[in-house]
């Protein structure tokens, strides 16, 4: 039988090409601040930074650029240089990449999330990301529910679910993006948000009609306060003023109808300009001036009307 040779297993390098530097790391440890010592400090980092890129490339493909990511590792070398003590005894590779490691990962936890959301959450997302991605290893299921993920875990359900929210807090929509299941029609994110807010209508009715209430007469403005602004009744403003429930009733008309008149005027005058401007811009080419011509209503379109003047004296109250 022969005998068997037992070799003794050779200490492999975590990186091969790793440069010769105790020298210098013991002589910049001597070296007071200034630029011999900057120059040194630079130099290793050039020696080193290879070992950096490779840290880097293990972090490809998460939604960062290579090139970010070798020159965010690329800054934590220049910080491992710095703090590094050879008189520790603790060689320069079990220091730097830790250093190294946890700039990359702070970059990922401070600056690439488009909704920033508090660490706890954000360590909660990397339990449940890696929870469901054990879970559904090899199968081709759908994602499993919380309850399962909880109790893979360890955790509780509210923190599950607070981390599977977080997931899709990394990276934002853009508002242009296409609605699932319907990029056939160009129905995009943009078109879900947002609502007709009909205040608008009440700001620009109070804003029309309060020129307007400061030229009536007094006994008319009197009326449009009580009925409009302390909502009293025709035959209330009746008894208050000494009249009769229907000339209030008249009052009321003429006021509003007057009211109306002028808001319409006022519309008319401000439009006129503009289609006077654009009368002449289309006017080369045409037969005719095109003065005194209405102007035309697209299809499907209806010309936009005044609001009546009551709810213009009841919005500006």
Known sequence: MCPVRYRPQRTRHSHDDAPDTAEDFARLAALPEGPEREEL?????????????????????????????EQVAALGLVKA?????????????PFAVPTVTGEIRRHFRDHTWDVHVPR?????????????RELTAGLEEGPPPVARIAEHTGMSEEDVAAGLEALDSFRSLSLDASVAGSADD??????????????????????????????????????????????????????????????????????????????????????????????????????GTG???????GAGQTPRRTPAAGSGVAAAA
């Open 41 to 69: 400090s630079g130099r290793l980092v050039e020696a080193w930074l290879p070992m950096a890129h490779r840290l880097a490339a293990k972090y490809r493909n998460r939604g960062e650029s290579l090139e970010d990511l």
């Open 81 to 93: 240089v710095d703090r590094y003590d050879p008189a520790q005894g603790t060689p320069f590779v």
């Open 120 to 132: 706890r959450v954000q360590e909660l997302r990397n339990k449940v990301r890696n929870a469901v």
């Open 186 to 287: 160009g129905f995009s994110l943009a078109d879900t948000l947002g609502a007709s807010e009909p205040e608008y209508d009440t700001v620009v009715a109070r804003e029309a009609v309060k020129p307007c209430l400061r030229e009536l007469p007094e006994r008319q403005r009197q009326v449009l306060y009580l009925r409009y602004f302390r909502d009293m009744t025709q035959s209330r403003i009746g008894e208050e003023l000494g009249i009769s429930q229907m000339h209030v009733s008249r009052l009321l008309s003429k006021s509003c109808e007057r009211i109306r008149r002028q808001v319409e005027h006022e519309r008319r005058a401000a439009r006129r300009p503009a289609e006077t401007n654009s009368s002449r811009t289309g006017r080369t080419g045409r037969t």
């Open 291 to 297: 003065r005194g011509t209405p102007r035309a209503t």
